[in-house]
């Protein structure tokens, strides 16, 4: 049997099956079809059963922080957003025995794998709909989380991620290691240097300011967001954190298309201040963490094993090169 690793994604969403299969065991559910969705990351599979209902299952990648004690908390916010508010969430669907994750195996798949299940969240990407109306109304979806971070807080025993340094994430910081030194020429290397200090003289600002950090979902971004009969619903809280509302809007206005990139910034910005505060306390604070999410993804990608970014590192630290420069720019900050 070919290593896990070797495998093509559709490969190894050959392997999940079956695991995913063992994981659906422990539902109560009479299932009559399972077809992966995407193996882009995690295995995402439609679930159909015998009464006609549809459910998500989500066979988590073991990697970038996702252990127990964080896809714990993911679940518990999304079942206390389905229970305290009106918004269209998944909704984590218990196990027999009660419990909201659940762990499974199958031969060929190195390790167990965490999985959960989901209640199906119908429409299509945002992305296909990036409207100034749906953008305002994304806004007014961000306010929403938002205001209920502010009384929700996790188990108090789960252990979780903190936006409180400019790279959050538990892989380690490559960036400017020996084997990426050519990605990374000198004036390129100073650029990215002055980028992740501004990003750490904002996070000082808000560890002074004392506003309290909340649970933050940290990737809204237009392919995390369904869109159906006018109605916007947010998927995909696996990267959620403790942090602040102005690195949450970072990470969605990252995403934004450049083309009209103003415009819907501000009809982003029109919809969540008719909900609540605009959180930005000084000119620049949300692009300092837009250039954060920039290198951040650099970061990733270079750690990442996948053959796909590996091709693609290259043009894409340039790419974040541009926008690095032209963010500090805006805001008269020199990058070498």
Not at 40 to 66: A, C, S, W, Y
Not at 82 to 101: F, M
Not at 254 to 263: I, Q, R, S, V
Request: proline share 8%; charged share 25%; glycine share 6%.
């Amino acid at each position: 049997m070919k290593p896990y690793s070797s495998l093509t994604e559709k490969g190894q969403a050959r392997r999940l099956r079956p695991l995913a299969l063992n994981a659906l065991k422990r539902y109560d559910l009479d299932v009559t079809h399972l077809r992966l969705v995407t193996n882009d990351m995690n295995g995402i599979f439609r679930v159909d059963t015998t009464d006609g209902q549809k459910f998500i299952l989500r066979v988590t990648l073991p990697e970038g922080g996702h252990d127990l004690d964080h896809v714990a908390a993911e679940m518990d916010w999304l079942a206390a957003l389905a229970r305290d508010t009106s918004l269209s969430v998944p909704r984590p669907l218990p196990a027999r025995d009660g419990k909201l994750v659940v762990t499974a195996a199958a031969p060929g798949v190195p390790e167990p794998r965490l999985c959960e299940v989901f209640s199906w969240v119908p429409g299509k990407d945002l992305a296909d709909e990036m409207t100034v109306s749906n953008i305002a109304k994304l806004g007014k979806l961000m306010a929403q989380l938002h205001l209920h971070a502010c009384t929700y807080q996790p188990p108090a025993q789960l252990s979780l991620l903190r936006f409180d340094r400019p790279f959050p994430f538990p892989e380690p910081v490559v960036l400017f290691d020996e084997s990426f030194v050519g990605m990374f020429p000198p004036e390129r290397r100073a650029i990215y240097e002055k980028a992740i200090a501004w990003a750490q003289q904002s996070i000082d600002r808000l560890q002074a300011s004392g506003e309290a950090m909340r649970i933050l979902h940290n990737d809204l971004h237009q392919w995390n967001v369904r869109s159906f009969r006018g109605m916007l619903s947010p998927i995909d809280f696996e990267d959620l954190m403790f942090g602040w509302p102005v690195q949450d809007i970072a990470t969605t206005l990252y995403y934004f298309p450049a083309e009209n990139f103003a415009a819907l910034r501000e009809a982003f910005q029109d919809g969540y201040t008719r909900h609540a505060p605009w959180p930005e306390r000084h000119p620049g604070e949300i692009d300092s963490f837009i250039a954060a999410r920039g290198f951040g993804l650099v970061n990733f990608v270079l750690n990442d094993p996948n053959p796909n970014w590996k091709d693609q590192a290259a043009q894409f630290v340039e790419r974040v090169e541009t926008r690095l420069r032209k963010l500090m720019e805006a805001h008269k900050i020199s990058g070498g």
